[in-house]
């Protein structure tokens, strides 16, 4: 069964995306990426060095194998999103962005004022947008209908691996969005990526649980095998929970002893 990935002009058999940030080393990175099956991989921009290619962060990454997504880590409005953008664009030669403004350190949760703000600008200088927000409905249909690419809310706040803490709003999010859901920031477990799955996500971001393992190349198979799982109990049709037991083999037999 063809079960295909599609974010706007590309298609993906991997509904996986990793991230590059908190590694124990770049080569680690690059066996977690590979061993994850993932074909799209995020970048802070702010992390790459384009004038040292020994730090450049990005030339670790194989651009023929994979997506790059540049993401704008670090902006804390709309304006600095939209320049980070931009310089991603030249440098990387890619219309793919993920939108993050956060405006305060602490919880690091997004601004959904400026995340719109940001996206309206960058669609209309021919931008793939992909925007990081809270798991608010509202604001998903918004960024829709504003021509963002998906939709990317959160399941609990940036790396704190307390997974989906928002469940029912992603549930209402995924219900409701006419472009692909794309559960980011907080999953921690395997089970927490393939539970995103379940709900009908079309895929999962997972920077944090991966990189910070004991051993981030099991974890990342393990994640790997989680999306999978996931998928396809969603597309298998997930029972219906009951309130009361229901055999799972007929009782009719007892009354004929």
Do not use: C, H
Not at 40 to 64: G, W, Y
Not at 157 to 175: A, D, K
Not at 177 to 202: N, Q, W, Y
């Amino acid at each position: 069964m063809s079960d295909k990935f599609i974010l706007k002009d590309r298609e993906f058999s991997s509904r996986l995306i990793v991230g590059t940030g908190k590694y124990p080393s770049k080569e680690v990175m690059v066996r977690a990426i590979e061993d994850s099956n993932a074909e799209m991989v995020t970048i802070a921009l702010r992390r790459v060095d384009f004038n040292n290619p020994s730090d450049n962060l990005a030339s670790f990454i194989d651009s023929k194998k994979y997506t790059i997504l540049p993401n704008t880590s670090g902006a804390k409005s709309a304006d600095e999103a939209i320049r980070i953008a931009l310089i991603a664009r030249e440098a990387l030669n890619s219309n793919w962005i993920k939108i993050e403004v956060t405006p305060e350190s602490k919880y690091l949760l997004p601004d959904g004022e400026e995340t719109l703000k940001a996206t309206k600008a960058l669609v209309k200088e021919g931008f793939y947008v992909m925007p990081y927000i809270n798991a608010d409905p509202i604001l998903a249909k918004k960024l829709e209908d504003e021509g963002a690419a998906t939709v990317m809310p959160l399941g609990s706040p940036i790396g704190t691996n307390r997974g989906l803490q928002t469940r029912e709003f992603i549930r209402i999010i995924v219900r409701e969005a006419k472009v692909p859901v794309i559960v980011d920031a907080g999953i921690g477990r395997p089970s927490d990526a393939a539970l995103a799955m379940e709900l009908g996500a079309d895929a999962v971001m997972i920077n944090t649980a991966i990189a910070v393992a004991n051993n981030p190349l099991l974890m990342a198979k393990a994640f790997r095998d989680a999306v999978i799982a996931g998928r396809n109990g969603y597309l298998a049709g997930i029972a219906a929970e009951r309130d009361i037991a229901s055999p799972s083999s007929s009782l009719d037999w007892v009354s004929k002893l």
